[in-house]
Nanobody, 124 residues
Framework: QVQLVESGGGLVQAGDSLTLSCAAS????????MGWFRQASGKEREFVAA????????FYADSVKGRFTISRDNTKNTVYLQMNSLKPEDTAVYYC?????????????????WGQGTQVTVSS
């Protein structure tokens, strides 16, 4: 079992940057592929980014490619989401999630553990 706690959300203006963190506790963090998802009000949860166990491979939704960067520090049991050039349409609750099995890492049903989420609001 792994517990995930997100932090770093907040209210920013369009064009600003923000870094989200997700701290993991419990089983060995490096055993898990990690992902970030988001859910805007009234919409379904959507994939944002993912990183493999070692950090060697990363994946991004087209909507954030070139603006967001996912990274992890296995010595700190933490995964990050650096968000640049934020847009109002990035407003959502952001969740981190952990996956321990072979998967595409692009679908929320592939992840076994979830954090409680952190709100990101981007004003225009």
């Amino acid at each position: 079992q792994v517990q995930l706690v997100e932090s770093g959300g907040g209210l920013v203006q369009a064009g600003d940057s923000l870094t989200l963190s997700c701290a993991a506790s419990g089983r060995t963090f490096s055993m898990y592929n990690m992902g970030w998802f988001r859910q805007a009000s009234g919409k379904e949860r959507e994939f944002v980014a993912a990183v493999t166990r070692s950090g060697a491979s990363t994946f991004y939704a087209d909507s954030v490619k070139g603006r967001f960067t996912i990274s992890r520090d296995n010595t700190k049991n933490t995964v990050y989401l650096q968000m640049n050039s934020l847009k109002p349409e990035d407003t959502a609750v952001y969740y981190c999630a952990a996956n321990s099995r072979i998967a595409t890492l692009l679908k929320d049903e592939e992840y076994e553990h979830w954090g409680q989420g952190t709100q990101v609001t981007v004003s225009s």
